[in-house]
């Protein structure tokens, strides 16, 4: 069993920036892949961005590359999302999810895949 939750989100400005923290519980941590997620009002829940059980593979969604970060600390058991120039687009309730099956991440990632969720963050990019 794996129990997320998110931290870090909250309102900004345009071009602003908002670091994204999920904390996880569960000795499986380190070994899941994990990712982040959003979904806008009115539209289905997209990927943002993923990363392996290492850090060392990652993947993002075309609409954030070169302004989002994702990174994860295994010591810690925490997984960032630094999100940069952000967009009124940006908008939307940001989740964290593991996927305890795989070490590795599917490109682009599928959300019905990852078992464990957290509750979800809000971000509002004001333009």
């Known amino acids: 069993q794996v129990q997320l939750v998110e931290s870090g989100g909250g309102l900004v400005q345009a071009g602003g920036s908002l670091r994204l923290s999920c904390a996880a519980s569960?000795?499986?941590?380190?070994?899941?892949?994990m990712g982040w997620f959003r979904q806008a009002p009115g539209k289905e829940r997209e990927s943002v961005a993923a990363v392996n059980w290492s850090g060392g593979d990652t993947y993002y969604a075309d609409s954030v590359k070169g302004r989002f970060t994702i990174s994860r600390d295994n010591v810690k058991n925490t997984m960032y999302l630094q999100m940069n120039s952000l967009k009124p687009e940006d908008t939307a309730v940001y989740y964290c999810a593991a996927d305890p099956r795989r070490s590795w991440i599917r490109q682009p990632p599928v959300p019905n895949e990852y078992r464990y969720w957290g509750q979800g963050t809000q971000v509002t990019v004001s333009s």
């Open positions: 569960g000795r499986t941590f380190s070994t899941n892949a």
